[in-house]
């Protein structure tokens, strides 16, 4: 068998990754996405050739300013020896995030595609840490009215929103916090997602905390917008105000100042495993529209 060649590309061999034949079921293909329009840097995508054909191919993404890749966003292959080669082969360490279909396991042709992906990723050293639904709230969806419950305040002090992210993990259910404070401790765990924030192009002053009418804090809920979508980046309710589906509240007062700063659509995602937080998404008129599993 002809030698296999791994490397990165260089500029101007785009059409190399586009050259590999996938029938587009799982992964950034399911949303008519191209490897040009997701600003992919050559630097950061990999091929593996054989006989001078693509065989396998992975693209890692990060925004325009980021020096380090963030994510493994596109993972396609015909040969999965070489799809499990150029994992290894590549020095960019990383989670591996795929979009699926909702119910995709339900389509035999779908499934084995999303399965051929996470043995390959599983050979080269990764493993599932959790799946997760994607939300697309639009207008019509209908804007829920504002329970009224509780007061919004902005926060400009990273230390106290800090605090209140460690506090709020105390008994988290969000798998990625609960690895990283099982590995790090909850403060570091904190301020991981403090850096994700913060990482969004929105503005800071969109932040809100929450409180009862008598002035105890309640919890957070970050309204944001990424690279490309606006998106509720964070709910989280304080251990002892739990229980009283406050969760509820910040949702839809994000909900309600994404619009009011011009969101047309917004995008939102947690655990499958978090059944309140899917409970609350569902009450707030959030429909699943992807499905994501995500490996580490």
Request: proline fraction near 8%.
């Amino acid at each position: 068998m002809t030698d296999l060649v791994i490397r990165p590309l260089v500029a101007g061999e785009e059409h190399l990754f586009d050259s590999l034949p996938d029938p587009g079921l799982v992964g950034r293909a399911v949303l008519g996405e191209t490897y040009a329009g997701r600003g992919f840097r050559p630097e950061w995508t990999w091929v593996a050739l054989r006989d001078g054909m693509v065989v396998a191919r992975a693209a890692w993404w990060a925004g325009p300013d980021d020096r380090a890749p963030l994510v493994l966003d596109w993972f396609d292959f015909t040969d999965a020896q070489a799809a499990v080669e150029l994992l290894r082969a590549a020095p960019l360490r990383t989670e591996y995030s795929i979009l699926l279909p909702c119910g995709w396991r339900r389509d035999p042709a779908v499934r084995a595609q999303a399965q051929a992906r996470i043995d390959a990723a599983t050979a080269a050293g990764m493993r599932v840490l959790v799946e997760r639904y994607r939300y697309h709230w639009t207008p019509g969806c209908g804007l829920p009215a504002r329970p009224g419950r509780l007061e919004f305040r902005p926060e400009p002090d990273d230390a106290v929103i800090l605090d209140v992210l460690c506090r709020i993990g105390e008994g988290s259910l969000d798998a990625h916090f609960r690895a990283a404070a099982a590995a790090h401790g909850p403060l570091a765990a904190a301020r991981e997602g403090l850096d994700l924030l913060r990482w969004m192009p929105s503005p800071r002053d969109w932040w809100r905390m929450a409180f009862t009418p008598g002035g105890e804090p309640v919890g957070l809920v970050v309204p944001a917008r990424n690279q490309t979508h606006h998106v509720v980046g964070f709910v989280g309710v304080l251990p002892a105000q739990r229980g009283r589906g406050y969760a509820y509240d910040l949702l839809v007062e994000g909900t309600h100042l994404l619009v009011e700063a011009g969101a047309d659509a917004i995008v939102a995602a947690t655990d499958q495993g978090n059944a309140p937080m899917a409970a609350t998404f569902a009450r707030a008129g959030y429909p699943v529209e992807w499905e994501r599993i995500d490996l580490v």
